[in-house]
């Protein structure tokens, strides 16, 4: 049934009011308008299946112990459990939708769940009152009772702060809530709120004061400052109306007043919980008087602020400690290395109550190869950033085993899989072989890597991603690109280039135009710490071009960008080794007489043995054919390739064992070593840290 309203409009308004409600789950709603001469709530319209009923609550007097009524009296929520209607109910939950000068009528849900409702509920109910009162409020003849023009622009306002507060996830938004729809029609241009916390005032944050101020204010213990004292302990607003009645009750602080360039306040303590959380500070230029009226309305407000700022500082807390423990799992620095420097961002989504499992690494492999890794988590939560850690991690230690990327992918997928049925994650990892400039990569749901040469050109492979990992079946493909010989490597996730406005294609696209235009300085860096700073500003371009509105976004975003760079050929020297046992003597003298030609006599000795083991090695357990080759960086690698697959195996050789003992000796000589295979074969290979001199 709907009400007999004077105009289309204020139907519309009580329809969406009561369809609004539906979102509780309940088993109808009801609003009542407000009669104040007869002291009577009369029904103007109900939905859902509890309207049947609605005979019995047309016309409620305001003796009758009843929510709408209980609402009324109270002037806030109220709840009565039991089936008052015979509808199969848990209870009604009502509230009042409050003009400037009282309740003018009530808004009351039939739950259906047990218990009362829950306070997000309870919110959402309040925020619904809020709007419709404010909307009701300018339609002509809805007003219960003639009010000024003012107090109409009050009313408004405060339903707009009501539906405002309850959309305000963290506590900023609560304070910039409060600046919007409550200086305005109170003609207020100053605001601070404060919360307590061991007994000392902390600024949450503030609208019409200087910073200096702010900082004088910031931190105080309640008790040096004597109104919040007085506030906080009597749980009691203060209003003062002149700078000379501040300066009378508060001798001490005769300072402020000029200091902000205000003359008249509002002390407003903020109560959550039955206690004072902080204080909400309404200031004016001008000094004024403060009506009834007013003084029990923003006493009111600063409850609903109150409750308000305590969730959203219960939000805070939980994000921050989600986002600790997110970045605690991404790299804290990305390592400086021969072929490829490089910076990143990760950027948490500026709306949501959860984190993300975006990621991204740089590691670091043999022979100054360089493995490059960027992946989304599916979902957000602790679960999800947990999960990214655990990716993380494995790809380190798989990567650590300089496996190919579509047998790391595939790896990473019995990882996932493993995980649970609704695990899912988008991954992109490539390997950069310097000596080559050939970059190898796969893909799980991920877009290709962005190349960028130094003459401004843009490109990025068209290829089709395989699926995500947890969805995927092996084997993944493996994808080549050439390099010029310095580039720039882009990866990043969906969140940088995909949102509800706008379809992946056209982010990438957009990414592409904003690196085709601002890249090139990257390509001109003096020396290492002005190429990092480069790429450092590069990203931040990057960011805020694709997300100008980052707080506005629901997903996070990681963008990596690598400045790759090839081995210069002189660098690096090989030679081929027969296969008798004349090889360990002629791969002796090839290192000698390279190692001169470098200058680093010094790892001449050293660098010979190793060789001479390795060799021996291949003579004795491989086949061949072999050659031994050196790169020269900020580490001297000495590398050694044969024909088997074998994997090498540190012995533990007995005492009068006559052999058994190279590998330990070539662990002990150099910094690491390790072994890679490839498809004819393997390499074995070993790094040592060149002398300062030398390099």
């Not at 990214?388 to 899989?417: C, F, H, K, Y």
């Not at 957009?510 to 990203?539: G, H, I, M, N, Y």
Request: some cysteine.
């Amino acid at each position: 049934m709907t009400a007999p309203r004077d105009t289309l409009q204020g139907t519309e308004v009580l329809a969406l009011a009561l369809k609004a409600t539906e979102c509780l789950g309940g088993r109808g709603a009801f609003l009542h308008w407000c009669d104040p001469a007869a002291h009577r709530l009369r029904l103007v319209a109900a939905t859902g299946p509890a309207a049947e009923s609605a005979e019995v609550w047309r016309d409620l007097s305001d003796e009758q112990d009843v929510a709408p009524v209980r609402a009324l009296r109270r002037g806030g929520y109220a709840w009565v459990s039991g089936d008052s209607l015979g509808v199969g109910a848990a209870g009604t939950a009502s509230v009042p939708l409050l003009g400037a000068e009282g309740p003018i009528g009530v808004l009351s849900v039939i739950t259906a769940g047990a218990g009362p409702p829950e306070e997000v509920q309870r919110s959402f109910l309040l925020s619904v009152a809020g709007w419709a009162a404010s909307r009701l409020a300018e339609l002509p003849g809805t007003p219960p009772a003639p009010r000024s023009v003012a107090g109409s622009e009050r009313t408004v306002r405060m339903g707009k702060l009501t539906a405002a507060l309850a959309e305000a996830v963290t506590s900023r938004e609560v304070v910039r809530a409060v600046a919007e729809h409550v200086l305005p029609p109170f003609g207020a241009d100053g605001l601070i709120v404060w919360v307590f916390e061991s007994g000392r005032q902390h600024v949450v944050d503030s609208a019409g004061y200087t910073r200096e101020l702010l900082d004088l204010l910031d931190g105080l213990a309640v008790t040096d400052y004597p109104v919040a004292a007085d506030v906080f302990g009597a749980c009691a607003p203060q209003f003062i109306e002149s700078a000379a009645e501040y300066c009378q009750r508060y001798p001490t602080l005769a300072h402020i007043p000029a200091k902000a360039r205000k003359n008249a306040w509002a002390f407003l303590p903020m109560i959550a919980s039955g206690h004072a959380i902080g204080m909400c500070l309404v200031a004016f230029t001008r000094q004024r008087s403060f009506t009834d009226e007013e003084r029990t309305l923003l006493t009111a407000l600063s409850g609903l602020v109150g409750q308000s700022l305590e969730r959203a500082r219960l939000y805070d807390v939980e994000h921050a400690r989600a986002q600790e423990l997110q970045s605690s799992l991404l790299p804290q620095t990305l390592p400086r290395l021969p072929a490829v420097r490089a910076a990143a961002r990760y950027l948490p989504a500026g709306r949501g109550e959860q984190v993300g499992g975006d990621w991204y690494d740089v590691i670091p492999l043999s022979a100054d190869r360089v493995a490059m890794v960027i992946g989304d988590v599916m979902g957000h939560g602790i679960h999800e950033a947990a999960t990214m850690g655990q990716l993380r991690t494995t790809v380190r230690t798989l990567a650590d085993l300089d496996i190919p990327p579509d047998e790391l992918l595939s790896r990473l997928n019995d990882l996932v899989g493993d995980l649970g049925e609704d695990c899912y994650a988008t991954c992109l990892y490539t390997v950069f072989d310097p000596t080559t400039r050939v970059c190898s990569f796969a893909l799980a749901g991920h877009p290709p890597p962005v190349v960028v040469h130094p003459d401004g050109g843009v490109h990025q492979p068209d290829l089709t991603a395989d699926p995500p990992l947890g969805a995927a079946e092996p084997p993944f493909e493996t994808h080549q690109i050439h390099l010029p010989e310095e580039s720039l490597l882009v990866l990043c996730t969906d969140g940088l280039v995909e949102s509800a406005t706008q379809f992946i294609d056209q982010g990438l696209a957009r990414l592409r135009q904003v690196l085709s235009q601002q890249a090139a300085p990257a390509f001109t860096a003096t020396d290492e710490d002005d190429d990092l700073q480069r790429l450092d500003a590069l990203c931040d371009t990057v960011v805020s071009a694709l997300l100008p509105d980052h707080g506005r976004t629901h997903d996070d975003a990681a963008l990596l960008i690598a400045h790759t760079r090839a081995t210069d050929a002189r660098d690096v020297a090989s030679c081929v080794l027969p296969e008798d046992p004349r090889a360990a003597g002629q791969a002796r003298a090839y290192v000698r007489n390279q190692l001169a030609a470098w200058g680093l006599d010094d790892l001449a000795t050293t660098t010979e043995l190793l060789a001479s083991e390795l060799v021996g090695n291949v003579i004795r357990h491989a086949k061949g054919p072999a050659h031994l080759r050196l790169l020269r960086s900020s580490s001297l690698t000495c590398e050694v390739y044969d024909g088997s697959l074998s994997t090498p195996r540190i012995r533990h050789a007995a005492y009068t064992d006559e052999g058994g003992r190279g590998l330990q000796l070539v662990a002990a000589l150099s910094k690491r070593w390790g072994a890679r295979y490839h498809r004819d074969g393997k390499c074995i290979w070993t790094e040592q840290d060149i002398p300062r001199r030398a390099a």
